[in-house]
Structures are given as C-alpha cells and as structure tokens.
C-alpha cells in the first residue's frame, strides 16, 4: 500500500510537472509522446516486473503516443482465455487506479477478432492501434498474426467501405466543411480523426502496424512512411505534419484549460489561446487563420487519399478507355491525369479545373500534388496570364459543378492565386454574428446551395433555371463579402468597389459590371426588409421597389438573399424567413409589373366583406364585423389576419370580457392573439407574461382600434426546444395574462423567479457576448427603432419596459433572431403621437443600452 501511495505521489508531480513545462504548447507532438511515454512508464512500474500469461496493450491515443493531458488512457488485455486471467487483470486494473492512473480497460481474446470483423466496426480498427506494453510478447504477436491472416482481399474490401461510410456519418454528426467556426478539433472534418482514419486505411491496406518502438508519435513515423513511399511530395509532408502539430497543439490547450477532456473549440477558447500565441489587436483572426489553413490541409490530404483507396479497391479502366482532353491531360474514368510531367501555369491549372468540373473529374494524388506545389510557390505579379481569366470565365459558365470547382480551387489555394483580394478571405473569422463558416467557405456554400435550385419546384427554383446567363449571379456571390476583412460594417460599399476593379481586370463589359455592382452593393437590403420592416406599410414598400429598373434585377437579388441566409448557418433559413421573404419579393414584382404604387397594391388585395366574414360565427352580425373593420385604421390588419380569424376577434370583443386570448398551431410557431383595453404598459406586461412561461417570441403585431381595443398577435416557440408551445400551457398562459391586465400578478418577481429557475443554462442557450446597438430611421407616420443585441431571457420584455418608461408607444414590432443575436425593429410615436424628435435620439439609445448591457 505503502509502494502504490509513493508511486501515485511520483506520478502525480512527473504528470503535473511535464504539464506546467508545456503550458504554452511549443512543441505538441513531443509533449504528447513524453506524456504517453510517462504514462507507459508508470504502468510498467505497477506491474512491477510480475510475468503475465496476456499481452497488456495500449490503445487509441495513448498506442499513437499521441495523449493529451485528459485523454482516455486505453488499454487492451489479449488473453488465450480470459477466465483463468481473470484475477491477474482486476488486480492489475485495480493497482493502477490506486497509483493514481484512471484507466479505461477492454479484455479480448483471440476469437474477438473474428467476432468484431463481423459485427463491429469501431472495435475491430482499435485492433489496428495497439502497442505492447508488458505481458506476453508470444501472445500479442500470435494476435497480431490472426489478425491480420484474416484480412484477405474481400475483407479489405468490406472494411474499407465501411471506413468510408463511418467517415460521411461523422462528418453528417460534426460538420464536413473543415471551415466550421467552432469545430470538434478531434472529429470535425480536418480534425485529427480525419488524419488517424487514413493510417487506418493504411494499416489495412499494408497489413502492417505503425506502432514503431522509437520515440517519436505515430504521425511522425507515418509521415514519415508516406515521403519514403512516394505517397505525396516531400512538402506536403511537411505542412501535413506541421498542420497536425497545429490541431494538436489546440487539443492539448483545451485539455489544460478546461482541467478535463474537451475537444470542442468554443469561442471563448479561440479568444484565450489566441492570445498566447499572437500578442497584436487581431490575435484571434490570425490565430483562426493559422488554425483553418492547418484543417484545411488535413482534410485535402484525407480526401485524397480516400480516392485513392476508393480507385485502389474498384476494378481498373483499361488505357484504351482514356480520353486525351488535350495535349496535357487525360481523363480515365472520373479521373484527371497529367500526360507529360511539366510545370503548369496557372492557365492549365484553371482549364484542368474546368475539365474538373465539366466531367464532374477529380485529380489523381500526382496533379493534386503538382497544383499545390505550383500554387504555394506562385508569384502573381511576375506569372498572371491574360489565358487565366478565359479559363476562368469558362468555369463560372459551366452548366453544373460551378460551386464545388470554386470550392477546390479554394481547397487547394488555386482561387487565391488568380484572385489575390479573395486571400484575406480565406478562413476569416465572422465572431459575435450568426455566421458557423469562415468567410470563404460561406461563399462558396452560397454558390453550391443556389446550384440545388436546378431540380426545385419552387418559385426559387423557377427563377433560378429561367436564368440563361449565370455567370453574373456567380460572380455575385463572388463578391458579396470579399471586403469583410477590410470593415464587416459597410462590406457592402466596399465589396461593390473591388467588385469594379476585379471586374474590369478580367474583362468583363460595363453593363456586367454595372449588374454585380447593384448585386453586391444591394444583398443586406431584401433581408433587412423583410425581416425588420412592416411589409404591410406602403411606405416601406415603395422606398424598397424604388431600387429596381426591371424585374430580373429583383429576381436576381431575391436569389442571392436566399443563397446567402442558407449559407450562414442550418439553423438561419427557417420556413417564417422563406415566406416573409416570398412575400417581400411577390409585392414588389407585382408592383414593377403593374407600375403601381405600394397604397394601390394593399388596397387592390384588401378583401373585407362583412357577410363573408360573420358567415364564420353564429354570435356575431354584418353590422359587428362592419364596426369592427371601420375602427382599425390599419390596412395591414386585413392582410395579417384571415376571414376566419377577424370573425374570432369580433365574437370575442362582443363578450366584453376583460381579455381574450387565442392559440393557434402553425408550421413552425404558436400564435397567440391577445385582445383587451389599451393601456401604457401592456405591451411589455404581454412580453413579460409569455417570457416567464419559457415562451421565445419571434413577431409581434399590434392593432389598435379606435376604441383603445387592442388586438396584438405574437408568434412564438419554447425557448429550450425551439418547438411550438405544448397545448397544456395554454391554460397558465391565459391565467397569466388575465391576471397581469387585472393587477394580480407581480410580474417583476414572477420574472426574477423564471431567471432564477433558468440561470444554470441560461448559458447554454445563448453562449453569444457582443455588442449593443440602437440605431433610429425616420418613416412617413413613424420613427423606426432597431435594437441589435445578443439574446437573452426575457429580452423583449426588458426592452419594451425600458421604452413604456421613456413614454414610447409601440405600434409594430418585429424580431429577428440569427441564432444567437437578435434585430428587434419597432414603429414608435411618443405619448401625444407624434414622431419622436432627433434631438432625443441619444437619450432614448443610452438608456436601452444601458438595459441591454444589464442583461449581458
């Protein structure tokens, strides 16, 4: 006992020590070989010398020599027979636990092999990766002999299909961009996993293990056989290992910073290690730079190989079937060759690219090779040539592909040679907005998204295959944020700029120019509308129509915004968003065609007949429904609500009960009427009601009739779930109310109560910090105030206190959320209904942000 107390306290301080010397990670792949190295150390030390009838091996991580600090040390007992080692192996698990070493233990036997073969996949690759520790030599090089006498080419075969399968299932779980702005470090695509599935491949492949006994990681002696084999050039080797060190050494820092086993690599942790690498302003956009780059390479490189693998196990095309493109490449199958070994410039490569994509082609690993050697070597000022752009242009004219060529042109770093302002692009981090790629691969996304338009239905659809010409659209997309790293406020301006500039240089005419300009300068605004803005004011509908000469720059820019809101993030492009957008974009169609005004249009599709509507109620008259009509003098009440609803409204105001409130199921929210009598603060009372029963609101529309009656319509979802509200609530929620309008319910307590309730995964829910903002925009009949903030619990309840308090009547209200950040616009007048004046702007801004900073 004595013994095992004096090794757990040696091991400890060895541990701690070698941890605190690497605390800034100079040198990961040497941390991480010493620390399995220590760790190989102490077990043998334990087992003090004892002879075993099994093999003891280690395994994962800890067989690469690969550990990080709080990895899990595997270990794998190969017995004959596990019965009569039964007692050795718990005594041995046992004393390593007591000596300080928490182990994570499987027991196999020989018939394991062929039992995993068959049925498990992830357990037979670990018998890929083990490395002898002590034991029986005999026993683990007879294991090793029946494993791999049992891997016969249909096996391989078998196995090596499944790896491909496991790999797009990982990447369907973890994200298959190497671009993601908070990837999984180990299982992201261009994590460490997409390194280590290619020696498993490899071991496969070669039926050998990598488990060298020097004292090196098995990275090093991998890369190390795939330059003596000729896998790849000598420099590819290099920045392999080089971006491998760079993931790791990450995976290490989150590891010793969060005390525990982390792998995700969160902003806050970007922030953090950033700065102990770079001590400038931009540390953190540096630092992601260097890391994207690094994933960016691992995953080419795995990508590649798995081709490789994948035409390796397929039956040959014979030569006969090749076909000459041209006097330098070939096509056999789906893949591209280079005839004659010579150096390209950067003309051949974009025509290789545009075969690429014009036989939906890969490279073999000997062009892919050469392109990235000429590209890391290039000199644009001494090399570009005129041909480059011709090829070029040919490419945006392919009939498919267009998205994913750009995309490999990217990956390989093709698209920043030829376009020099797309470099700073590349891997540029988007923090504190709703973005979850870096800046170029967002891009390139929005191009392959509007691509899968081809076979769509949809007006979308229609739009996009009733365009002949879409190189102008791609270059659009091109464009829309290369100046992001120059101010994300106001990229729009500046991108139209070097849009021009990029333009002219390439060749295209001023009209072409003219058309990516208005695109670029323009892709924020149909956005902005349709979500921030009343699409039922004609105000805001002429203002918006006013910017268009025809309708194919509308369609042009409706298909833009659609490609960019479905490029930031799965969770942005919602049906809401769709059908807002939809709607903005049929309005202003329909008033180009028709050369009408926006007052024309509502009033051409307002249809209120009094008959026809009390036709939907037995309670109600024509005279109630005309009354009710008469006294809301707000044309976009009869576009917001159906016959069915306004009869719905008019029964309940008829019963003059104190409030009515009514729910409805649609697609993707729950709506929530409410009608009562009008007083200063029901708004935000309304707000706080639906936030302390976990209610998330996405809309609000108010309506007031002449009467002070209000009839205020909510769309909301559940704030953990972000599903539609349970019908059981219905009745608690309509409590609530009733009894906030009546004075009974103390809302400021009720709320301190829900935030006290929550405060433990308030975190979890909105993980965002950032910047406030509140900016003003003047309108015909309103001021126009729109509230940018990450969000939080009960914001909207918050805000709409803070503003009942300043003496600001709500009139519209609408909220945007992008993921984590929200817009929330409101159309105000003060107390005595009149614009709010300019000059108490700055009052009105300090003191909301003041309340929203509070929250933060």
């Known amino acids: 006992m004595a013994e095992a107390k004096e090794l757990k306290k040696d091991f400890i301080r060895r541990r701690d020590n070698l941890f605190s010397k690497n605390s800034r990670q100079e040198n990961p792949l040497k941390f991480s070989m010493e620390y399995s190295i220590l760790v190989e150390e102490h077990i043998r030390a334990v087992a003090s010398g004892t002879k075993y009838n099994f093999a003891l091996t280690s395994a994962g991580s800890f067989s690469r020599r690969e550990l990080s600090p709080y990895s899990d040390i595997d270990l794998m007992f190969i017995a004959k027979s596990i019965t009569e080692n039964d007692s050795e192996i718990s005594w041995l698990v046992t004393a390593l636990w007591d000596s300080g070493l928490e182990v994570s233990h499987t027991v196999r036997e020989f018939s394991d092999i062929k039992k995993f073969l068959n049925s498990d996949l992830h357990t037979f690759t670990q018998f890929f990766e083990t490395r002898f520790l002590l034991g029986s030599e005999k026993i683990y090089a007879e294991w090793n002999k029946i494993l791999f006498s049992l891997l016969n080419e249909e096996v391989e075969v078998k196995l090596l299909r499944e790896m491909f399968e496991d790999i797009n299932d990982r990447y369907a779980k973890y994200g298959e961009s190497p671009k993601v702005l908070e990837p999984n470090v180990k299982l992201s695509a261009g994590g460490l996993r997409d390194f280590q599935a290619i020696e498993w491949m490899y071991i496969l492949k070669n039926k050998t293990l990598l488990n060298k006994q020097n004292e090196r990681t098995q990275a090093e002696n991998f890369i190390e056989l795939l330059r003596e084999n000729d896998y790849t050039t000598p420099n590819e080797c290099g920045r392999l290992l080089q971006s491998y060190s760079t993931v790791l050494a990450v995976r290490n820092l989150l590891h010793l910073h969060s005390r525990q086993k982390n792998d995700r690599f969160e902003f806050s942790a970007q922030n953090k290690i950033s700065h102990m690498f770079y001590h400038s302003k931009d540390a953190l956009a540096v ?205 729009e301006i500046i991108g139209a700029e070097m849009a021009s500039s990029i333009m002219h240089r390439l060749g295209y005419s001023e009209e072409e120019t003219e058309q990516v300009i208005f695109l670029v300068k323009n892709h924020l605004i149909m956005e902005q509308i349709a979500f921030r803005r009343n699409l039922n004011d004609p105000e805001t509908l002429n203002s918006f129509t006013s910017r268009f000469t025809s309708t194919r720059e509308l369609d042009l820019l409706y298909l833009v915004t659609y490609a960019d809101l479905s490029a930031v993030n799965p969770v942005v492009w919602t049906s809401w968003k769709s059908d807002l957008l939809s709607e903005l974009y049929r309005k202003t169609k329909s008033m180009l065609e028709e050369q009408i005004t926006g007052e024309e249009l509502l009033v051409s599709t307002t249809y209120l007949v009094p008959k026809e509507i009390s036709k939907h109620s037995p309670h109600i008259s024509e005279s109630h429904v005309r009354e009710h009509i008469d006294s809301i003098n707000d044309i976009a009440y009869a576009h917001q609500f159906s016959d069915k609803e306004i009869a719905r409204h008019v029964e309940e105001i008829q019963k003059g009960v104190t409030l009515s409130a009514l729910f409805t199921e649609l697609n993707e929210f729950t709506n929530i009427t409410v009608i009562t009598k009008d007083f200063p603060s029901l708004l935000s009372k309304i707000c706080g009601v639906l936030s302390i029963n976990d209610a998330n609101i996405h809309d609000a529309k108010i309506f007031t009739r002449k009467d002070k009656i209000i009839i205020d319509s909510f769309n909301v979802t559940d704030f953990r779930t972000h599903k539609k509200i349970n019908p059981e609530r219905y009745p608690k929620i309509k409590r609530d109310l009733v009894d906030v309008v009546s004075g009974l319910l103390r809302l400021n307590q009720e709320f301190a109560k829900m935030k006290s309730k929550w405060w433990r995964i308030e975190s979890k829910f909105f993980k965002r910090s950032g910047k406030v903002n509140v900016a003003f925009e003047d309108h015909e009949k309103y001021t126009i105030i729109d509230v940018f903030s990450p969000d939080r619990l009960g914001f909207l309840y918050q805000v709409t206190k803070k503003m009942n308090e300043l003496g600001l009547i709500i009139y519209f209200a609408k909220i945007s959320t992008k993921g984590d950040d929200i817009v929330d616009s409101f159309y105000v007048l003060d107390r005595n209904g009149r614009k709010i004046s300019p000059n108490d702007y700055e009052l009105i801004k300090t003191e909301l942000t003041e309340t929203m900073n509070e929250m933060l």
């Open 287 to 491: 630092f992601m730079q260097r890391y994207f780059q690094a994933s960016n390479v691992i995953n080419r490189f795995s990508k590649s190989m798995i081709k490789k693998f994948q035409e390796e196990i397929t039956l040959p095309l014979p030569d006969s079937l090749g076909i000459e493109l041209d006097e330098d490449f070939i096509l056999k199958g789906k893949t591209i060759s280079l005839i004659n070994k010579r150096q390209l410039a950067l003309s051949d490569i974009l025509r290789a690219f545009y075969y690429r994509g014009l036989y939906g082609a890969h490279f073999d690993e000997n062009l892919r090779s050469l392109i990235v050697e000429i590209v890391e070597n290039y000199d644009e000022v001494n090399q570009q040539e005129p041909e480059s752009s011709v090829f070029f242009r040919e490419i945006l004219k392919l009939p498919k592909n267009v998205g994913q060529t750009l995309a490999v042109m990217n990956e390989l770093g093709v698209l920043s040679a030829f376009l020099s302002e797309f470099k700073e692009l590349v891997g540029f981090l988007q923090h504190g907005v709703y973005h979850c790629y870096t800046a170029d691969e967002h891009t390139l996304m929005t191009i392959q998204n509007i691509e899968k338009l081809e076979k769509d239905k949809s007006t979308l659809g229609k739009i996009f295959n009733g365009i002949k010409d879409k190189e102008i659209l791609y270059l659009a997309f091109l464009f829309h944020d290369i100046a992001k790293p120059i101010n994300i406020s106001g990229h």
